[in-house]
């Protein structure tokens, strides 16, 4: 589905001269509003002194991403190379490992809930937040919500997310509104879901007295976040908009510049794929090819 948007791409940049440039115009981010003027950060809060790298997928899945590609040691030990790749790239930003867990999985059939879509066992979520812990990183869990309603779903997690070092991915592309069947087409997130979701994870923040969550929001195309600039800002919450594509980098580029530049929100990310990017012979972007970037990402995804 993401490669849809590679023909509404085509006509964004007005010339080859403009394209060279794409997503690496600083006087362009600062016109688009960059830096965001957002509350000052509580006391422990990753962003945006650190940048969090991740590696993404399910256990249950080789498909998914390199999280459950490759054996646990493999996957542990990779991920710790990126980090490294990212700490001598950019000292200036200490480089988090981070695993993100896709814990509610869109799928091509209604299930047991009715909502295409299934959540994982708390056993697996245990189990990988303690492979984040095991290289002293910081876990993700990922919500794709089918045709549920995030209410419903957000907090089935409250048992993990009160940890200090569980943060919360939203993934639009699986939230069916219309309901259709996740795959068929792309879905959407409004500013009132993630507003939602952000209120919610400030009151775990203030009960349990925890450091900021991040809320990573994965995004590809416009429609996937609609009225961006109603999403509220908190202290207790740090929110990412992630350039969720795959392709080629300057597409990639593209993408990023047309929807995560133009449509400033707080801090951004940025997503590679190890085969996607890569299998049309593309190499695949390095950490000095997004610290090109403006702004720069602050999170990593690997998927």
Not at 16 to 33: L, T
Not at 126 to 142: L, Q, S, T
Not at 177 to 182: D, E, F, I, L, S
Not at 207 to 230: D, G
């Amino acid at each position: 589905m993401k490669a849809i948007r590679i023909a509404a791409l085509a006509a964004l940049l007005a010339s080859p001269a403009a394209a060279q440039r794409a997503g690496e115009d600083a006087d362009y981010a600062r016109r688009m509003g960059w830096p965001v003027a957002g509350p000052r950060a509580l006391p422990g809060a990753l962003l945006p002194s650190k940048r969090i790298v991740c590696y993404y997928g399910n256990p249950a899945s080789r498909r998914m991403g390199i999280l459950g590609e490759v054996p646990k040691p493999e996957m542990l030990r990779r991920l710790r190379g990126e980090v490294a790749r990212w700490n001598q790239a950019d000292p200036a930003h200490p480089a988090v490992p981070c695993l993100h867990l896709v814990a509610t999985v869109a799928q091509a059939e209604r299930g047991t809930s009715g909502h295409y879509r299934t959540i994982v066992r708390d056993s697996t979520v245990r189990m990988v937040h303690g492979w984040a812990r095991e290289v002293d990183g910081v876990f993700f869990v990922d919500l794709q919500i089918g045709t549920d309603n995030l209410r419903n779903i957000l907090p089935r997690f409250e048992w993990i997310l009160r940890e200090r070092d569980v943060h919360l991915g939203l993934d639009p592309e699986f939230s069916m509104k219309t309901g259709a069947r996740p795959g068929t087409r792309i879905g959407t997130m409004s500013a009132a879901d993630i507003n939602y979701a952000t209120e919610y994870l400030a009151g775990l923040v203030r009960k349990y007295n925890l450091p900021p969550k991040v809320v990573v929001v994965h995004r590809f195309t416009r429609a996937m976040v609609t009225s961006s600039s109603s999403i509220r800002l908190r202290p207790e919450t740090q929110v990412v908009i992630d350039m969720d594509g795959w392709g080629p980098p300057q597409l990639k580029r593209d993408s990023y510049k047309a929807f995560i530049v133009r449509e400033p929100v707080q801090y951004t990310g940025f997503k590679l794929f190890y085969k996607n990017d890569t299998k049309a012979g593309h190499p695949l972007m390095s950490p000095r090819d997004l610290l090109r970037l403006e702004p720069k990402p602050l999170y990593i995804q690997y998927q």
